[in-house]
């Protein structure tokens, strides 16, 4: 399992990296390892406000589907369009492969290092 | 919670590195590493096999076997021969199903009922109710064996590889035969819940099963877990108890006839004589008022379980099954190509007066998604491949 040290985690599985005027957000090697394959993303539109804490949209693996929840209070400035025909970036690739860059960030969750967050999935099991 | 039961190949799910899980009381592998998409297509192109242990196996014997199982099943167990073995409901009073089954005719002096795990103990349950008017007994030999399925378009070389058997069975679905692989004998089926045109199932004592399953994946078949099973069976357009059989989202008993393959299942042959929920069985094949059909989602997005399906913005029923399968393409031709794909199809459980064509909206969280009636999935009819057939 991969945890890289430049990215922030929330408690539900998201990374996000500080890129100063965006936040980029994705879902980390061990949400893409527990939702096994995935097969549909339903992605916000550029403009829509994300809320920290709460969903901004859901990825779908062939077993469950899962929501997607902001590290972030923002405007989504950027989307990866392209996950809609090739969501399986998100198993090969999950630190590659974001879903949505953020701007006008104006509040956070509680996120952890990576060094945390590793604790985080190991106790979780 | 109690202790999960393990089948014989527990070990070798383990040593594959499959995610296990609670299935109905076992503990079964849902996937390996390679995940069940890679899972799903490998059975359409090769062979997976499946440890299908879990499920209970039943040996009906003694002199009134077949007047019980007449009684007690939907399907005309009179027409089975040695041989042969047959899909069967095994009815509530009411009509709906406790669970459904198939019966194996191996031997002329004994049945073998083998029905879904987690209704083992109901199943008996049921039976014993009626068990005591006829001089027969049932033993559950589930522990003492074991079961592998072995599907797809490789599984028949496979096996004659390993048995240097000429045949493995009869060429019909639901023949029956033995083969010897390193001088122990194998019960076969040509039966399976893949839809594949090519596909086995394999019997043996529990004690063989990791040695036939190592045997069968240094033939080139790969493991396939539940994840997969479930996949393939719901292209397939094959009914799980719980989803399409049972009872509906709302709690209400499913006719049995409102499931695509009772008219398999339900035999009203003068032989068959009475039995449980015939009358109520007879009135339903004229129709039910709802009724199982495969559909296949138009828009993007994935339909699950439980969503309710709308027509013209009125309640039209529920989803019971359906997730985001994966294909493989075929040329004009209808030859297999490298190429694959996705598509979202389901179960739904909707008012009779819908037909194959129409256009109905599945309540997504919220979203409204158009979704299609179709007639089938898949076609099986052209081996060695099932073939998707898309919207």
Known sequence: MNYPIDLKYTRSHEWLRDEGDVAVVGISDYAQDALGDVVFVNLPAVGDTVIAGESFG??????????????????????????????????????????????????????????DYQVYCQQEG | MSELKRTPLYPAHLAAGAAMVDFGGWEMPIQYPTGIVAEHLYDRRKCGIFDVSHMGRLLVEGPDRLAFLQRVLTSNVAALTPGRAQYCMIPTETGGAVDDAYVYLFEAERYMLVVNASNTDKDLAHFAKYLPEYDCRITNITDRYSSIAVQGPEAEAILKALSGAETITGPRKND???????????????????????????????????????????????PTGLGARD?????????????????????????????????????????????????????????????????????????????????????????????????YRFDQAGEPLDATGKRAIAFAYVDSALTVGDTVQVNVRGKLLNARIVKRHMRQDLPPYGRAELI
């Open chain 2, 231 to 327: 996949t393939l069976r719901l292209e397939a357009g094959l009914p799980l108890y719980g989803h399409e059989l049972g009872t509906d989202p709302g709690g209400a008993e499913i006719p049995i006839f409102a499931v695509p393959l009772a008219r398999f299942a339900v035999s009203f042959a003068p032989e068959k004589g009475d039995f449980v929920a015939r009358e109520l069985l007879e009135a339903q094949k004229g129709g039910t008022a709802k009724r199982v059909v495969p559909i296949a989602l138009e828009d993007r997005g994935v339909i699950r379980a439980g969503m309710e399906v709308l027509r013209d913005g009125a309640p039209a029923g529920w989803v019971t099954s359906g997730t985001m399968v994966p294909y």
């Open chain 1, 58 to 115: 859901d990825v779908e693996s062939v077993k469950a589907v899962s929501d997607l929840i902001s590290p972030v209070t923002g405007v989504v400035c950027q989307v990866n369009t392209a996950l809609e025909d090739a969501p399986e970036s998100l198993n090969e690739d999950p630190y590659g492969a974001w879903i949505i860059q953020v701007e006008d960030v104006t509040d956070s969750e509680d996120l952890m290092s990576a060094e």
């Open chain 2, 176 to 222: 029956l035969g033995q083969i010897t692989i390193q001088g122990r004998a194998v019960r076969v089926s040509k039966t399976g819940y893949t839809g594949d045109p090519i596909g086995y199932e394999v019997f043996l004592p529990a004690g063989d099963a990791v040695w036939l399953w190592d045997l069968l994946i240094a033939q080139g078949a790969r």
